[in-house]
C-alpha cells in the first residue's frame, strides 16, 4: 500500500472530523474570538490606544455604574415582557381564534419591520412628548423621556418580531387537547390558560428571552431618548466610550464584556428553551393557519375590534403621523391639523431628500451591504442547517451551539470585537470599509436565520434523499433538485425579512462605518441630529415603501418559481 | 496599537476577505492609499477668486459639519466640479469626532466646519494646516473688533493664516409664538416659574452662557445663581440647533435659549409660527473652516477653505438655513426678519472663544452647579 493511498484512506475514514472541524474552527473565528478578544482587551486598553499594558484600572475604575447596568436590565426586562405580552395575546387572539380580520392584522403588524430606526423614536417622541397625541389621551402624566417611555417605544418596537416567532407555534398548537378541555366544559379562557398556554410555554419563553438579549445590546431608542435626560445602558456607554471624544476604549471593553456576562445567561437559557419547543415553523405565507375555536359573534368581533385598536395604537398612527411629518413644511402639532393653524402640505421634505447626493450615497451602500450579507447569511444557515438535521459530520452539536454563540453577543460588543479582530489581530485591510460592516452583519444575524431556515431542513424526509442517492444523484444534485424545491418558500421569506432589517440595521453600522461609506441608519441619526424631522419623515416613508415593493416583489417571484 | 493605525498608511483597502468590488462603493475614498492621487485634474480654473488657479484639484472632499451646508455644498460643487461629501455632526462633535480619529492615525476628513468654542481642540494638537488666504481675505473674515485677540487670547497664538471664518453666530431666544404671548427678553424672564419645563437648550453652551452671566451680572454668584435658577426650571438638554427649533415647533418645548439666530430664518420663511429674541448680553461665535494637515486631499481643502472666505464663498454663507450671517465684512444678515430683530436689539455681542484652560474651568463649575456634563 502506497503512503499516498494510506494518507486518503486516514482522510476517508476522518472527512467527517475533518469538515466538521473546519466548519469550527471558521465558526470560533466569528463568534469565540470576539468574546475572547473583548474580555481580554479590556485588561489592555487605556484611553485610546486599544493595547497598552496590562491594568486591572479599567475594571476598577472606567467600568459603567451600577446604576447603569441597573438601567440596562431594566430597561430589558421592561420592554421584552411588554413585547411578549402583546404579542401572545395577538397571535392568540390571530392564530387560536376565528376572529374576522386575522390575516389582515398579522401582515399590518409584520409590515411594521419595515419602518427604519430614528424616524420611529422621533415619531413616537411626537406622539408621547409633551404636547403629543397619545400624552393628550393619557389620563396620567407620562414622560416618554423615561425608562418607562423608553421601555414603551422599544417593547411595541419588537412587537412584529415576537409574533412571527409566536404565530407558527400558536398556529400548530394540538387541537385535539383544547377539544377535550372544552368538551369537559373548559371554558375558552379556561382552556386558553390551562391547555394552549402550558402548552406553548417553552415557545414563548425562547420569544421573550430572544427579545430580552436583542434588547440588552439595542442601541436606537437609548440613543434617541434615553441620552437627552441622561439616561444611559450598556449598548450607549460602549458606542460613547469608543465614537465619542475622549475615547476611552477601557471603559467600553470593561462595558463590552459586563453586556456580555449580563448577555450569557439569558443565551444560555433561549438556546434550552429553543430546544424544548421541538418542532418549528417557518416564516412563510403558509406558516398561516386558520383558527381553531369558534367565539360566538358579539365576543369576536370584540376581540377583533381590540386587536384593530391595538394595531391603531402601535401601527397605524405612528405611521400617519410619520407621513403627516413629511408632508408638512416644519414640525406641526397633531392638534394644528384640526384648528386651522395648519399651513398647507408639501412634497419638499421628498424632493430634499431625493436631490440630496447623501442619500443617495448611503442608500446604495447600505442595498449593497444589505444585498450581500442576506445571500451569504442565508446560504450558510442553510448549509449548517444541513449539516445540523441531515448530514453525519463530526462536533455537530457544537457547530449548532457556536452558530447560535452571536445572539449572546450583542451587536454592539460584537461590533467591539471585531475592531480589535481586523485592526490588531488579524489586520488584513477590511476594517475602514464596508466588508468588516458585512462581515459583522453576517455573524450577527446568522443565529436568527438559523432558527428559521432549520426546521424546513429539518422537516424533510431522510426517505426522498435516501432515494435520490440510490437513483444515483450526487450532493450537488440533491440539494438542487430536493432540498432547494423543498425549502424556497422559507429562503424567500427570510431573505426579504433579513434584507429588511439590515438595510437599515443601526448600532453595527454606527460603530463600523466609516466617514466614507455612509450607510442608511447612520444617516437617519445625522438627519435626527439636525432636527430635520419633515425630512426624516420623508426618508421613513420612502424606506418603507421600498422595502414593502422589494418583499412583495420577492414573494411574487417566489410564488412563480413555486408554481 | 491604535485603532485603524495601519489605514492611510498601507493604502491597502479590502484585503484578502471579502473587499474585492467593494471599495468602489458610493463614497469609498479609501482605495487610493494616501487619498492624494486621486485627482482627476478636473480644476477649471474656477479657483481664480481664491488664488488657486490651475491647481488639480480632487473629486471629492469629505466634510465634517454641525450646520445645514447644502447652500454651500451647491455653489462650491457647481464651481469648482468637486463633489462634497458632507457628514453633518451636532453641537461640538466636528472637531471632537476628528480629533478622536486623529489620535487613532485615521485621516478620512478632509476639511473640518465647526463652531469656534471646541476649535482649540485642533489648535491644542497643531492639526490645522495654513490655507494660504490672501491679506485682504483675512483682513476682511477678521473685521470685528478684538475678535483676532479674543482668538489669540484662547489658543495663545495667531490663527488667521489657519482658521478661516466661515459665518457669525449670534446667541438669541427663538420661541413659538403660538405658545408664547409675552415675549421674553431679558435673561431673568426666562428663569420665572412660569417658564418650568418649556425651555430647551444645547448643554455645551451653558458654558458660554455662564460667561454671559458673568459679564450680566455684577458678581460671580450671582452668574451662578442664575445659571442654578435657570437649570431648577427643567429645561430639556438637546443636541443640535435644528433638533431645538424641532423641539419648539411640535410643541415640545415653548422657547430655546441661546440658538443661533439663523435657525429661525428657513422656518420662518415656510410660515412657521416662530420669533426671535436677542437678549442683552449675548455672545457671537464663529463657524470657522479649518483643514487637517493630514487631510487626504489637502490642497483641494485648502482650496475650499479659501473659496469659502471669498466673496463667492460667503454669498453661498449666507444662504445657509434660509439666511445665516458670513463673517466677511459688509455681509449681514441673509434674512430680512433675522436682520431687523438683530438691529432691533442695538447691542455689540461679546466675542466669545474659548480655550482648554477656560474649558475645564468652566466645564467644571458648570457640572458643579447643575451637574451637566459639558461633553455631551
Keep these: ?399 449548532d451551539y457556536l452558530s447560535f454563540l452571536p445572539l449572546a453577543m450583542t451587536s ?41 431556515v432549520a426546521p424546513s431542513v429539518q422537516q424533510i424526509q431522510n426517505e426522498l434523499l435516501e432515494a435520490a442517492t440510490i437513483s444515483g444523484a450526487g450532493r450537488v444534485r440533491r440539494v438542487r433538485t430536493i432540498l432547494m424545491p423543498l425549502i424556497i418558500a422559507t429562503i424567500h421569506a427570510i431573505a426579504t425579512y433579513r434584507f429588511a432589517f439590515l438595510f437599515k440595521e443601526l448600532p453595527i453600522s454606527l460603530l463600523l462605518q466609516s466617514a466614507n461609506v455612509p450607510l442608511l441608519a447612520p444617516f437617519l441619526f445625522e438627519l435626527g441630529v439636525q432636527g430635520n424631522y419633515p425630512q426624516l419623515s420623508a426618508m421613513g416613508i420612502l424606506i418603507a415603501g421600498f422595502l414593502l415593493v422589494v418583499t412583495i416583489a420577492i414573494h411574487q417571484i417566489g410564488s412563480s418559481n413555486l408554481s | 496599537m491604535k485603532r485603524r493605525q495601519y489605514l492611510r498608511n498601507s493604502g491597502i483597502v479590502g484585503g484578502a476577505l471579502l473587499s474585492t468590488g467593494l471599495a468602489g462603493c458610493t463614497g469609498d475614498g479609501n482605495g487610493n492609499g494616501n487619498g492624494n492621487g486621486n485627482g482627476n485634474g478636473n480644476g477649471n480654473g474656477n479657483g481664480g477668486t481664491t488664488g488657486s488657479a490651475g491647481d488639480e484639484l480632487a473629486d471629492e472632499l469629505t466634510v465634517y459639519t454641525n450646520i445645514p451646508f447644502d447652500s454651500v455644498q451647491e455653489a462650491y460643487e457647481s464651481s469648482s466640479g468637486v463633489d462634497l461629501n458632507v457628514v453633518t455632526l451636532g453641537g461640538p462633535q466636528p472637531n471632537l469626532q476628528y480629533v478622536s480619529e486623529w489620535e487613532q492615525e485615521q485621516y478620512d476628513v478632509d476639511v473640518i466646519a465647526s463652531l469656534d468654542t471646541s476649535t482649540w481642540v485642533l489648535h491644542e494638537r497643531d492639526i490645522p494646516a495654513e490655507v494660504e488666504l490672501d491679506q485682504e481675505d483675512i483682513d476682511e473674515l477678521w473685521h470685528h473688533d478684538g475678535m483676532a485677540e479674543a482668538w489669540e487670547d484662547a489658543i495663545g497664538h495667531d490663527i488667521r493664516e489657519v482658521s478661516v471664518p466661515h459665518i457669525n453666530q449670534i446667541g438669541s431666544f427663538i420661541y413659538n409664538t ?75 418645548n415653548d422657547l430655546s435659549a441661546y440658538i443661533w439666530g439663523m435657525y429661525a430664518s428657513g422656518p420662518i420663511d415656510e410660515g412657521a409660527p416662530l420669533d426671535l429674541h436677542f437678549p442683552e448680553p449675548t455672545g457671537m461665535h464663529s463657524q470657522v473652516i479649518n483643514v487637517p494637515q493630514e487631510a487626504p486631499n489637502l490642497e483641494t481643502a485648502k482650496h475650499f477653505a479659501r473659496w469659502v472666505g471669498s466673496a463667492e464663498g460667503q454669498e453661498a454663507s449666507q444662504a445657509i438655513n434660509g439666511g445665516a450671517l458670513p463673517a466677511r465684512e459688509g455681509f449681514g444678515y441673509g434674512h430680512d426678519h433675522v436682520q431687523q430683530r438683530w438691529d432691533e436689539s442695538d447691542q455689540t455681542p461679546i466675542t466669545i472663544t474659548i480655550g482648554r484652560e477656560d474649558a475645564d474651568e468652566y466645564n467644571e463649575r458648570v457640572e458643579d452647579l447643575i451637574g451637566l456634563d459639558l461633553t455631551s
Excluded at chain 1, 381553531?292 to 402601535?314: C, D, H, K, N, V
Excluded at chain 1, 460584537?414 to 489586520?427: H, K, M
Excluded at chain 1, 464596508?434 to 432558527?451: H, S
Excluded at chain 2, 437649570?231 to 427649533?245: C, E, K
Aim: charged residues 15%; contains cysteine.
Design chain 1, 412 to 452: 454592539v460588543s460584537l461590533a467591539l470585537g471585531f475592531i480589535v479582530l481586523f485592526l490588531v489581530i488579524f489586520p488584513i485591510g477590511i476594517y475602514g470599509t464596508i466588508a468588516i460592516v458585512i462581515l459583522a452583519y453576517i455573524t450577527r444575524f446568522l443565529p436568527a436565520t438559523i432558527r428559521v
Design chain 1, 1 to 399: 500500500m502506497s503512503v499516498n493511498t494510506s494518507i486518503k484512506d486516514q482522510f476517508r475514514s476522518n472527512r467527517s472530523k475533518i469538515y466538521g472541524g473546519l466548519i469550527l474552527f471558521v465558526l470560533s473565528f466569528f463568534t469565540i474570538l470576539p468574546i475572547l478578544v473583548t474580555i481580554g482587551i479590556s485588561f489592555f486598553a487605556d484611553g485610546i490606544d486599544l493595547v497598552s499594558e496590562f491594568t486591572l484600572n479599567n475594571w476598577l475604575e472606567a467600568g459603567a455604574s451600577s446604576e447603569i447596568i441597573f438601567n440596562t436590565v431594566v430597561f430589558a426586562i421592561g420592554s421584552a415582557t411588554l413585547t411578549t405580552v402583546i404579542a401572545v395575546f395577538i397571535a392568540w387572539a390571530i392564530a387560536r381564534t376565528n376572529i374576522p380580520f386575522g390575516r389582515v392584522y398579522y401582515y399590518s403588524i409584520f409590515s411594521m419591520i419595515f419602518l427604519p430606526p430614528i424616524v420611529w423614536e422621533s415619531v413616537w417622541i411626537r406622539l408621547l412628548g409633551r404636547n403629543g397625541l397619545y400624552t393628550a389621551l393619557l389620563p396620567f402624566n407620562f414622560d416618554v423621556y423615561s425608562l418607562p417611555g423608553m421601555m414603551v417605544v422599544q417593547g411595541v418596537f419588537l412587537v412584529p418580531l415576537c409574533l412571527i416567532i409566536l404565530m407558527p407555534m400558536f398556529a400548530n398548537v394540538d387541537n385535539s387537547l383544547e377539544e377535550a378541555s372544552r368538551v369537559s366544559g373548559g371554558k375558552i379562557l379556561y382552556t386558553t390558560r390551562k391547555i394552549t398556554l402550558p402548552l406553548l410555554k417553552p415557545g414563548i419563553l425562547a420569544a421573550y428571552l430572544l427579545t430580552l438579549v436583542i434588547t440588552l445590546g439595542s442601541l436606537r431608542v437609548p440613543l434617541m431618548i434615553g441620552q437627552p435626560e441622561g439616561i444611559s445602558v450598556l449598548a450607549l456607554q460602549i458606542y460613547n466610550g469608543v465614537n465619542e471624544f475622549p475615547i476611552e476604549y477601557g471603559a467600553a471593553f470593561v462595558d463590552g464584556t459586563i453586556l456580555i456576562l449580563v448577555a450569557l445567561p439569558v443565551f444560555y437559557l433561549y438556546k434550552r428553551e429553543l430546544g424544548k419547543t421541538g418542532k418549528f415553523e417557518t416564516v412563510s405565507g403558509s406558516a398561516f393557519k386558520q383558527a381553531p375555536i369558534e367565539l360566538s359573534r358579539g365576543p369576536r368581533y370584540a376581540l377583533s375590534g381590540f386587536i384593530a385598536f391595538l394595531l391603531t395604537i402601535m401601527a397605524i398612527i405612528p405611521v400617519v403621523t410619520m407621513f403627516y411629518g413629511s408632508i408638512s413644511p416644519y414640525p406641526i402639532t397633531i392638534p394644528a391639523l384640526f384648528n386651522g393653524e395648519h399651513p398647507g402640505f408639501t412634497a419638499q421634505p421628498y424632493l430634499d431628500v431625493l436631490y440630496n447626493r447623501s442619500t443617495w450615497s448611503a442608500a446604495w451602500n447600505s442595498l449593497l451591504a444589505a444585498g450581500i450579507a442576506s445571500v451569504v447569511v442565508v446560504a450558510a444557515a442553510v448549509g449548517i442547517s444541513w449539516i445540523v438535521n441531515k448530514s453525519d459530520l463530526a462536533y455537530k452539536r457544537t457547530i
Design chain 2, 178 to 252: 403660538n405658545a408664547v404671548s409675552e415675549t421674553p427678553t431679558t435673561w431673568d424672564d426666562i428663569t420665572g416659574s412660569d417658564w418650568e419645563s418649556r425651555i430647551c437648550t444645547q448643554p455645551f453652551t451653558m458654558d458660554y452662557v455662564l460667561r454671559l452671566m458673568e459679564a450680566h451680572f455684577d458678581t460671580v454668584e450671582e452668574a451662578e445663581q442664575w445659571i442654578v435658577d435657570f437649570d431648577d426650571n427643567s429645561p430639556q438638554y438637546l443636541s443640535g440647533g435644528g433638533t431645538m427649533v424641532d423641539s419648539v415647533l411640535s410643541g415640545e
